[in-house]
Protein backbone atom coordinates (compact mmCIF):
# COMPACT_ATOMS: atom_id res chain seq x y z
CA UNK A 1 0.00 0.00 0.00
CA UNK A 2 1.68 3.18 -0.70
CA UNK A 3 1.15 6.41 1.30
CA UNK A 4 -1.85 7.67 -0.29
CA UNK A 5 -3.63 4.76 0.01
CA UNK A 6 -3.17 4.63 3.44
CA UNK A 7 -3.52 8.18 4.30
CA UNK A 8 -7.05 7.83 2.49
CA UNK A 9 -7.81 5.08 4.95
CA UNK A 10 -6.42 6.38 7.80
CA UNK A 11 -9.25 9.78 6.58
CA UNK A 12 -11.69 7.14 6.37
CA UNK A 13 -11.12 5.31 9.25
CA UNK A 14 -11.45 8.75 11.33
CA UNK A 15 -14.40 9.55 9.77
CA UNK A 16 -15.88 6.41 10.75
CA UNK A 17 -14.44 6.58 14.20
CA UNK A 18 -15.81 9.91 14.19
CA UNK A 19 -19.49 8.74 12.75
CA UNK A 20 -18.84 5.69 15.64
CA UNK A 21 -18.48 8.09 17.99
CA UNK A 22 -21.31 10.38 17.31
CA UNK A 23 -23.28 7.22 17.14
CA UNK A 24 -22.33 6.33 20.53
CA UNK A 25 -22.94 9.49 21.78
CA UNK A 26 -26.70 9.94 20.11
CA UNK A 27 -27.23 5.80 21.67
CA UNK A 28 -25.69 7.41 24.56
CA UNK A 29 -28.74 9.81 25.13
CA UNK A 30 -31.04 7.92 23.66
CA UNK A 31 -30.17 5.57 26.87
CA UNK A 32 -30.35 8.09 29.43
CA UNK A 33 -33.67 9.38 28.27
CA UNK A 34 -34.84 5.75 27.85
CA UNK A 35 -33.81 5.11 31.65
CA UNK A 36 -35.17 8.39 32.75
CA UNK A 37 -38.53 7.07 30.98
CA UNK A 38 -38.40 3.59 32.76
CA UNK A 39 -37.56 5.36 36.38
CA UNK A 40 -40.80 7.61 35.58
CA UNK A 41 -42.78 4.70 34.27
CA UNK A 42 -41.51 2.47 37.55
CA UNK A 43 -42.45 5.76 39.63
CA UNK A 44 -46.11 5.79 37.49
CA UNK A 45 -46.79 2.19 37.91
CA UNK A 46 -45.63 2.38 42.09
CA UNK A 47 -48.40 5.66 42.19
CA UNK A 48 -50.91 3.31 39.86
CA UNK A 49 -50.26 0.37 42.44
CA UNK A 50 -51.12 2.40 45.74
CA UNK A 51 -54.30 3.91 43.71
CA UNK A 52 -55.29 0.45 42.59
CA UNK A 53 -54.82 -0.81 46.59
CA UNK A 54 -56.95 2.54 47.73
CA UNK A 55 -59.69 1.33 45.14
CA UNK A 56 -59.34 -2.34 46.14
CA UNK A 57 -59.77 -1.00 49.57
CA UNK A 58 -62.95 0.85 48.86
CA UNK A 59 -64.58 -1.53 46.40
CA UNK A 60 -64.23 -3.69 49.58
CA UNK A 61 -66.13 -1.05 51.48
CA UNK A 62 -68.37 -1.30 48.53
CA UNK A 63 -69.22 -4.87 48.51
CA UNK A 64 -69.60 -4.60 52.99
CA UNK A 65 -72.26 -1.34 52.06
CA UNK A 66 -73.61 -3.62 49.14
CA UNK A 67 -74.07 -6.86 51.78
CA UNK A 68 -75.45 -4.05 54.36
CA UNK A 69 -77.91 -2.75 51.80
CA UNK A 70 -79.05 -6.37 51.06
CA UNK A 71 -79.21 -7.75 54.75
CA UNK A 72 -81.30 -4.45 55.26
CA UNK A 73 -83.31 -4.64 52.68
CA UNK A 74 -84.32 -8.64 53.93
CA UNK A 75 -85.11 -7.40 57.01
CA UNK A 76 -87.37 -4.99 55.69
CA UNK A 77 -88.98 -7.59 53.12
CA UNK A 78 -89.27 -10.04 56.53
CA UNK A 79 -90.59 -7.07 58.40
CA UNK A 80 -93.23 -6.18 55.73
CA UNK A 81 -94.59 -9.88 55.04
CA UNK A 82 -94.89 -10.43 59.06
CA UNK A 83 -96.81 -7.30 59.17
CA UNK A 84 -99.24 -8.26 56.13
CA UNK A 85 -99.47 -11.83 57.71
CA UNK A 86 -100.20 -10.37 61.21
CA UNK A 87 -102.60 -7.58 59.34
CA UNK A 88 -104.37 -11.08 57.41
CA UNK A 89 -104.70 -12.40 60.20
CA UNK A 90 -106.06 -9.94 62.30
CA UNK A 91 -108.57 -9.51 59.49
CA UNK A 92 -109.47 -12.88 59.31
CA UNK A 93 -109.77 -12.87 63.25
CA UNK A 94 -112.20 -9.76 62.97
CA UNK A 95 -114.20 -11.54 60.48
CA UNK A 96 -114.61 -14.64 62.70
CA UNK A 97 -115.64 -12.61 65.53
CA UNK A 98 -118.54 -10.72 63.16
CA UNK A 99 -119.81 -13.88 61.85
CA UNK A 100 -119.93 -15.20 65.78
CA UNK A 101 -121.62 -11.90 66.67
CA UNK A 102 -124.05 -12.06 63.42
CA UNK A 103 -124.72 -15.78 64.43
CA UNK A 104 -125.66 -14.68 67.80
CA UNK A 105 -127.96 -11.62 66.72
CA UNK A 106 -129.74 -13.97 64.58
CA UNK A 107 -130.45 -16.67 67.25
CA UNK A 108 -131.22 -13.86 69.51
CA UNK A 109 -133.64 -12.39 66.80
CA UNK A 110 -135.12 -15.82 66.03
CA UNK A 111 -136.03 -16.65 69.84
CA UNK A 112 -137.45 -12.99 69.58
CA UNK A 113 -139.42 -14.09 66.71
CA UNK A 114 -140.08 -17.16 68.75
CA UNK A 115 -141.89 -15.24 71.81
CA UNK A 116 -143.76 -12.90 69.91
CA UNK A 117 -146.51 -14.94 69.39
CA UNK A 118 -146.65 -15.56 72.94
CA UNK A 119 -145.95 -12.11 74.12
CA UNK A 120 -149.16 -10.91 71.98
CA UNK A 121 -151.12 -13.77 73.51
CA UNK A 122 -149.71 -12.09 76.61
CA UNK A 123 -150.79 -8.48 75.59
CA UNK A 124 -154.08 -10.24 74.75
CA UNK A 125 -154.78 -11.49 78.14
CA UNK A 126 -153.24 -8.30 79.70
CA UNK A 127 -156.40 -6.73 77.49
CA UNK A 128 -158.62 -8.89 78.48
CA UNK A 129 -157.88 -8.60 82.39
CA UNK A 130 -158.23 -4.78 81.79
CA UNK A 131 -161.23 -4.92 80.65
CA UNK A 132 -162.38 -7.63 83.47
CA UNK A 133 -160.86 -5.39 86.11
CA UNK A 134 -162.78 -2.59 84.78
CA UNK A 135 -166.39 -4.35 84.56
CA UNK A 136 -165.19 -5.93 88.25
CA UNK A 137 -164.53 -2.28 89.26
CA UNK A 138 -167.88 -1.27 88.47
CA UNK A 139 -169.50 -4.22 89.55
CA UNK A 140 -167.89 -3.60 92.84
CA UNK A 141 -168.63 -0.26 92.90
CA UNK A 142 -172.62 -0.55 91.84
CA UNK A 143 -172.18 -3.34 94.39
CA UNK A 144 -171.43 -0.34 96.98
CA UNK A 145 -173.83 1.74 96.35
CA UNK A 146 -176.58 -0.54 96.56
CA UNK A 147 -175.30 -1.67 100.03
Known amino acids: MDLTQLAQMV ?7 RRDRAEIARLQQRIEAQSAD ?12 GKLAGT ?11 QSIQNTKNELVGLVERAYEE ?14 DR ?17 GRVEESIQTRVVEDERLGELIMSMRNQI
Do not use: K
Open 11 to 17: TWLDEEH
Open 38 to 49: IVEQARRIQDLE
Open 56 to 66: QAQLTRFNQVD
Open 87 to 100: RVSGQRELERSRMA
Open 103 to 119: EMLSREISEVRRELPRI
